[in-house]
């Protein structure tokens, strides 16, 4: 199995809402990873999870909170979101730091 | 400011043409790869090359890596229109850090 995959695909969420993205990856992947991504712009690292510690936190706001239970799963808790998160929320995953990544398919979140 | 710069932004060729994007940055890297992105779905890797690497070959696809220049480039030779997509590098550097150059947007004409 060499996909990541990603559910929701899409999401509205209003401001007060309480949401999780989830990804999971069945390629024995040791890192994990969490991007933003703005319309007609390069993904943005947020997290990094490596052998399930958190490893760099790209100063995302509180309102994210990421979270991994095990070694195939990273989900993303969002409260109190803002309409400037809406963006495509991608998962990636790598055997090492600095490896090669694959990408899940995006969550595209809309926040109103 | 981001690690990866990109040129073009956009680049518009006709099938069976060659393209070529040029990615700069600005620290020392550990690797830098290229990724391919279809109208906003998840990224393709596409080629990982090494710092102590100049070349590299994979299909249709020529990465070259000058660490002196702090540059890289990547070629398709023969386009399709099914290469149409966003393009972009990643570099790492030593503290495992991913950033992203801007992209290159390609459109293939048919």
């Known amino acids: 199995d060499t996909e990541v995959t990603q559910t929701p695909k899409h999401l509205v969420m209003g401001m007060t809402n309480k949401k999780s993205l989830k990804c999971e990856q069945h390629m024995g992947h040791r890192a994990m990873y969490w991007y933003k991504q703005k319309a007609k712009k390069p993904p943005e690292l947020m997290f990094v999870y490596s052998y399930e510690k958190l490893s760099i936190n790209e100063s995302v706001p509180s309102r994210f909170s990421p979270e991994c239970p095990n070694s195939s799963l990273l989900n993303l808790h969002l409260h109190a979101l803002q309409p400037e998160d809406s963006a495509l929320y991608l998962c990636?995953?790598?055997?090492?730091?600095?490896?090669?990544?694959?990408f899940g398919p995006g969550t595209r979140l809309l926040v109103l | 400011s981001q690690q990866g710069e990109e040129d073009p932004q956009a680049l518009s060729i006709q099938e069976g043409e060659n393209a070529t994007m040029n990615c700069s940055y600005k620290?020392?890297?550990?690797?830098l790869q290229w990724y391919r992105q279809n109208s906003g779905r998840g990224l393709v890797h596409l080629i990982l090359i090494r710092s102590n690497e100049r070349e590299k070959h994979s299909g249709r696809l020529r990465v070259t890596l000058d660490t002196s220049k702090k540059s890289s480039s990547l070629l398709i030779t023969a386009s399709r229109a099914a290469d149409t997509a966003s393009y972009f590098c990643a570099t790492h550097t030593g503290g495992f850090k991913t950033i992203f150059g801007a992209g290159t947007r390609l459109f293939v004409k048919a």
């Open positions: 620290t020392s890297i550990n690797n």
């Open positions: 990636a995953s790598s055997q090492a730091l600095a490896e090669t990544q694959y």
